[in-house]
């Protein structure tokens, strides 16, 4: 029977009735002997939320009842032996004749691996989380109620993992930094002079004498030594250099992650198509944590090119969302470096602010 159908008949008519009943099933929910009892209070209540959907009381009430009593399935589950194992059948017994452990409740697995992060925690918590999801304007549902408790315990160990990286590199004797920003001085080739009209030599100096990976490795080793054990590096790189960079990546000790694309909003120069996009990659070597479920930033950046070499500030934004409290610093960095970062190169004006 679906809850519509229960709603239908169950004919509940004044919000105060429907108030009382959703409070006698939390109570009912203490008292219930096996899972058939708990699954009727969890439809009962079902029921009321889709017949009163738009009284925000009863609604509120009915999805506390769910959770709660998805709850106290989760509780009951955690004392059901292993297939096999002694006590089976003592209380909550099985459905069926021919399972045993916990797949003899008759609850799916994935049900059941879903209701175990709840057992954890405590009715307080779970009507706090509820509530957090309905400030957002979002249903606390199960599944959602689930995922906020899962990605909000990752979110919380990934940020004291970043704290923890941040107290020891700040506790070394020489200064060091996790994040490394590069934009290199790359020097793209021309056919001939009259190419070099556009040339990013016009601009800053560029690296004439390192083109292939080696050579720039061995040219960037010198400032590469800010670069702590546990990194991670942001890699500017325009399309023509990709396949080098990758290269000098992994010569450097980086393991490549993943990359970030930037739209430009309008288009460049380029042989085979105007390129509007810029590449970031981004690796990592030693330990460093990656962002926790649910904070992760699109991989494109949409934001309209400003002076020749300047970057989007959405990049830097999300770098200092992803990484607040280690040292950080900018190589080639141009202009004044930015609050809380360090900077290399020869067009750093000046000191952060």
């Not at 950046?301 to 070499?309: D, L």
Request: aromatic share 6%; net charge positive.
């Amino acid at each position: 029977m679906s809850n519509l159908d229960i709603a239908i008949r169950k004919q509940v008519p004044t919000v105060p009735q429907a108030l009382k009943a959703l409070a006698a099933m939390e109570l009912q929910l203490t008292a219930a002997k096996t899972y058939e009892d708990l699954r009727r209070v969890i439809k009962e209540a079902s029921a009321l939320k889709v017949l009163l959907n738009d009284v925000a009381e009863v609604k509120v009430a009915a999805e506390n009842a769910i959770l709660l009593g998805n709850k106290r399935i989760a509780e009951e589950l955690r004392k059901v032996p292993k297939a096999g194992g002694p006590g089976r059948g003592k209380r909550f017994p099985p459905q069926g004749n021919s399972l045993s452990g916990k797949a003899a409740t008759g609850i799916k697995h994935s049900t059941r691996s879903r209701l175990g992060k709840l057992a954890d925690k405590s009715d307080a918590e779970i009507r706090a989380t509820a509530e957090r999801l309905r400030e957002q304007g979002k249903d606390a549902t199960l599944t959602a109620v689930v995922r906020e408790l899962t990605h909000g315990n990752k979110a919380e160990r990934r940020e004291q993992r970043e704290c923890d990286l941040s107290a020891k590199i700040l506790a070394l004797p020489e200064k060091k930094s996790v994040v490394v920003l590069e934009d290199y001085e790359w020097d793209h080739q021309t056919w001939s002079e009259r190419g070099k009209d556009r040339h990013a030599s016009n601009h800053y100096s560029t690296s004439a004498d390192a083109h292939t990976a080696e050579e720039i490795v061995a040219r960037t080793k010198e400032r590469f030594d800010c670069a702590a054990d546990d990194c991670v590096l942001f890699m500017w790189v325009t399309s023509p250099f990709l396949d080098v960079a990758m290269d000098v990546l992994r010569l450097r000790g980086f393991t490549y992650k993943t990359t970030i694309m930037w739209d430009k909003v309008v288009d460049g120069t380029g042989y085979w198509f105007r390129n509007r996009h810029e590449q970031m990659l981004v690796g990592t070597r030693g330990n460093v944590p990656a962002p926790a479920p649910g904070t992760q930033w699109s991989s494109v950046i949409v934001e309209r090119k400003r002076g020749h070499s300047a970057k989007p500030e959405q990049s830097y934004q999300m770098i200092e969302q992803y990484f607040p409290n280690v040292p950080k610093i900018e190589l080639n960095c141009r202009g004044k470096p930015r609050p809380g970062w360090d900077a290399w190169g020869n067009e750093v004006e000046g000191a952060a602010e």
